[in-house]
């Protein structure tokens, strides 16, 4: 069964970089899309890049454009998440999942599609002085 794991967050200075990596197993992973997601406390969970299946579709949110890139590694079967510049309001709990849907080429930041059925557990990123 399809199964994510997140790893690489840890405590980090403003204007830090850190790379969070997700890993898939269960399925190969360009058989679906990737979003990761982040959610900090008393905030909703917000959307902060995807990946769609095959590659071509990527989005990233607004408040991490220019900062944040993604990337995948077929034969590890991992995403990855690269941040730089980090500010404290990137401090939350960032989520990887899986969209296994028809419509997974195309991909969204948009959690409430039901596209995304599939999550790891989340690690922890603090961005603080």
């Given at each position: 069964?399809?199964?994510?794991?997140?790893?690489?967050?840890?405590?980090?200075?403003?204007?830090?970089?850190?790379?969070?990596?997700?890993?898939?197993?269960?399925?190969?992973?360009?058989?679906?899309?990737?979003?990761?997601?982040?959610?900090?406390?008393?905030?909703?969970?917000?959307?902060?890049?995807?990946?769609?299946?095959?590659?071509?579709?990527?989005?990233?949110?607004?408040?991490?454009?220019?900062?944040?890139?993604?990337?995948?590694?077929?034969?590890?079967?991992?995403?990855?998440?690269?941040?730089?510049?980090?500010?404290?309001?990137?401090?939350?709990?960032?989520?990887?999942?899986?969209?296994?849907?028809?419509?997974?080429?195309?991909?969204?930041?948009?959690?409430d599609k039901g596209r995304?059925?599939?999550?790891?557990?989340?690690?922890?990123?603090?961005?603080?002085?």
């Amino acid at each position: 069964q399809l199964q994510l794991v997140e790893s690489g967050g840890g405590l980090v200075q403003p204007g830090g970089s850190l790379r969070l990596s997700c890993a898939v197993s269960g399925f190969t992973l360009d058989a679906y899309g990737i979003g990761w997601f982040r959610q900090a406390p008393g905030k909703e969970r917000e959307g902060v890049s995807c990946i769609g299946r095959g590659g071509i579709s990527i989005n990233f949110a607004d408040s991490v454009k220019g900062r944040f890139t993604m990337s995948r590694d077929h034969a590890k079967n991992m995403v990855y998440l690269q941040m730089n510049s980090l500010k404290p309001e990137d401090t939350a709990v960032y989520y990887c999942a899986a969209d296994r849907t028809l419509d997974a080429r195309i991909c969204t930041i948009v959690s409430d599609k039901g596209r995304y059925a599939y999550w790891g557990q989340g690690t922890q990123v603090t961005v603080s002085s």
